[in-house]
């Protein structure tokens, strides 16, 4: 719980002194498909819808930018073996810096950053596979901003995450490890402030 407190303390001082400093901000909401690379969560949950909010910011003249996201993925799914109904709950808390390449109806950008990823796992009859834990892993960014009147903007996304968790860290946990690294496509709309 602690850590859960110093994590959104971080992340509030680095908004708050990003977009302080900042020359030009984007806010956006986001949708993608989250395809996962490992074969066995894949088995498990399918197809998964994640969808989020993401802030950037920075100055028009460096190209380069920090951000700062919040991703949420919810889903049913079986496990192997029994057919027991189960559910991940995924929360993904990301910060990094992206470089711009601006282009005649937007931007072009590359990104990296440290992504501080939750995970919680129930299985039906046995409720919450305990404890549910954070761990750290990473993003890398690749996408398109193209900008629409009034400075509004679309975002054309490909995302790769990656984090890991130990059956130690996730007792029980329907596979050995819990990997939940993956592909995430998908756009995103906002408001440009500039």
């Given amino acids: ?5 110093k994590i959104t303390v ?36 399918g197809d998964i819808g994640q969808f989020g909010l993401e802030l950037t910011a920075g100055s028009l003249l460096t190209h380069l930018y920090a951000f700062s996201s919040i991703d949420f993925l919810i889903k049913n799914g079986e496990t192997i073996g029994l057919a027991s109904p189960t559910k991940v709950n995924m929360i ?54 193209f ?8 975002d054309i996304f490909f995302d790769y995450s990656f984090a890991k968790f130990n059956a130690s ?3 029980s946990s329907p596979v050995t490890t819990t990997n939940t690294n993956g592909c995430v496509f998908g756009i995103g709309f906002g408001y440009r402030f500039n």
């Fill in 169 to 171: 860290t996730v007792p």
């Fill in 10 to 45: 971080c992340l509030l001082a680095c908004f708050m002194f990003v977009s302080a400093t900042a020359y030009d901000v984007l806010l956006e909401v986001k949708g993608a498909a989250f395809v996962p690379t490992s074969q066995p969560f894949r088995d498990i949950y």
């Fill in 92 to 145: 993904d808390l990301a910060v990094g810096v992206k470089y711009f390449v601006p282009f005649n109806h937007g931007d072009f950008y590359v990104g990296v950053g440290v992504q501080p990823t939750y995970l919680s796992i129930t299985n039906q009859g046995q409720g919450p596979i305990e404890p549910a834990q954070w761990n750290c892993g990473g993003v890398a960014k690749v996408g398109a901003i």
């Fill in 147 to 154: 900008n629409m009147p009034h400075s509004f903007f679309a």
């Fill in 1 to 5: 719980m602690i850590l859960n407190k």
